[in-house]
């Protein structure tokens, strides 16, 4: 008997909260990669695939539509909507992991996003501490995930497949209460 | 909220770190050559001080890199924190109110 495997967007079957003062969305599909590599080989590494690695804390780089994300001191999570040719890498010590059947993205954006964010997640969301173009991990509520701001009003927020429900369900739960 | 300053992250909220024991406690080089004695102390003996205590801290829902912190056990006041691997930082125990 053959199974199909069924590949459900994020949020598929969410009642989206009223208003636009939070707006839920998906991002699109993309290849996902987490990449662990030392000083040395980074340049290498950026230029493989296609987008600087950020040597800042805590920052995002992007390149056209790939993202590098910060993640640690050797750790960046890579998003690219087409799968980057790492066999530059080849002798380079390294590790590279695709992620891209464990975790997507959604998108929190509208005024009251962070406020919304901050419903669940510790970290100071005010823009001066928290500018465009900062990402972490974090936590929102009892799940971890990779919070990403991309405009003064919109992040971009990244969990593990199996919790995504459960960080959609509570963002749009909490987002009902700034949508009178 | 407690801040504690992860030395990669900065000041980020308590809830984000995982606790990681007693700091500074090298593996022995051969185990097989102990007694059972000493083997027990390196597995169990610790320091358990009232005041300031080097430990291991995780940024799990962070950078996710393990660090070392002095805190102060009677008033969970974060001292200090540096990176593995570096020697503890030379600290005057702060005086207990
Ligand atoms: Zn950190």
Redesign the interface.
């Known amino acids: 008997m053959v199974e199909t495997a069924l590949r459900r967007p994020p949020l598929a079957g969410l009642v989206p909260p009223p208003g636009d003062a939070v707006v839920l969305a998906p991002v699109p599909p993309a290849a996902r990669f987490i990449l662990r590599v030392r000083p040395a080989a980074q340049t290498a590494a950026g230029e493989a695939f296609g987008g600087p690695l950020p040597t800042i804390?805590?920052r995002a780089a992007t390149e056209g539509a790939r993202a590098a994300l910060w993640?640690?001191?050797d750790?960046w999570l890579l998003i690219s909507p087409d799968a980057p040719d790492f066999t530059a890498l080849a002798g380079v010590p390294h590790s590279l992991v695709d992620v891209g059947h464990r975790q997507a993205g959604i998108t929190v954006s509208g005024p009251r996003a962070a406020a919304a964010l901050n419903t669940g997640c510790?970290?100071d969301l005010d823009e001066a501490a928290f500018p465009v173009g900062m990402c972490?991990?974090?936590?929102v509520a009892k799940t971890?995930i990779v919070l990403w701001r991309t405009a003064p009003e919109t992040f971009h927020v990244e969990a593990w497949r199996s919790f995504l429900p459960y960080v959609c369900g509570y963002l749009a739960e909490a987002s009902r209460e700034f949508s009178g | 909220m407690l801040l504690i300053a992860c030395p990669y992250c900065g000041e980020r909220p308590e809830i984000e770190f995982a606790y990681g024991g007693e700091a500074h406690i090298a593996r022995p080089a051969d185990p097989s050559a102990m007694s059972d004695e000493e083997w027990a102390a390196f597995l169990y003996a610790r320091t358990n001080p009232k005041g300031t205590h080097a430990e291991r801290w995780r940024h799990t829902n962070g950078c996710g890199r393990f660090f070392n912190a002095v805190r102060d056990t009677v008033t969970d006041f974060f001292v200090a924190t540096y990176k593995t691997g570096e020697p503890r930082p030379d600290l005057t125990p702060r005086s207990v109110v």
């Not at chain 1, 972490?136 to 936590?139: G, S």
């Open positions: 804390a805590c993640l640690g001191p750790e510790p970290l972490t991990r974090t936590v971890q």
